[in-house]
Nanobody, 121 residues
Framework: QVQLVESGGGSVQAGGSLRLSCAFS????????MGWFRQAPGKEREWVAS?????NYADSVKGRSTISKDNAKNTLYLQMNSLKPEDTGMYYC?????????????????WGQGTRVTVSS
């Protein structure tokens, strides 16, 4: 069983930066893709970014965010810059056992508990 634990959320002003981390453990060799999702109050969970042998980003964060993974540390990161109020939400780390990253939450097998990001204007 793979465990995911997010950290790094917080409250920042618009224009600020945050780096989210996701420590993963268990059977990391069974993971082929990892991603970040977010969920704003009253909205559905949405894909933010994913990484396997390449990275992909949602249009809403492209150019402002960088997803990366340190396999030696078993940690996934999401560096977010130029934050906007609309980036506010709960951010979740997710892992998928199958090749080819997906943008649909239901296709991910493991989830963390989330870390909250609040961006004020």
């Amino acid at each position: 069983q793979v465990q995911l634990v997010e950290s790094g959320g917080g409250s920042v002003q618009a224009g600020g930066s945050l780096r989210l981390s996701c420590a993963f453990s268990g059977y990391p060799y069974s993971i082929y893709c990892m991603g970040w999702f977010r969920q704003a109050p009253g909205k559905e969970r949405e894909w933010v970014a994913s990484i396997d042998d390449r990275t992909n980003y949602a249009d809403s964060v492209k150019g402002r965010s960088t997803i990366s993974k340190d396999n030696a540390k078993n940690t996934l990161y999401l560096q977010m810059n130029s934050l906007k109020p609309e980036d506010t939400g709960m951010y979740y780390c997710a892992a998928r056992k199958f090749r080819n990253c997906a943008v649909v939450a239901d296709l991910y097998n493991y989830w963390g508990q989330g870390t909250r990001v609040t961006v004020s204007s």
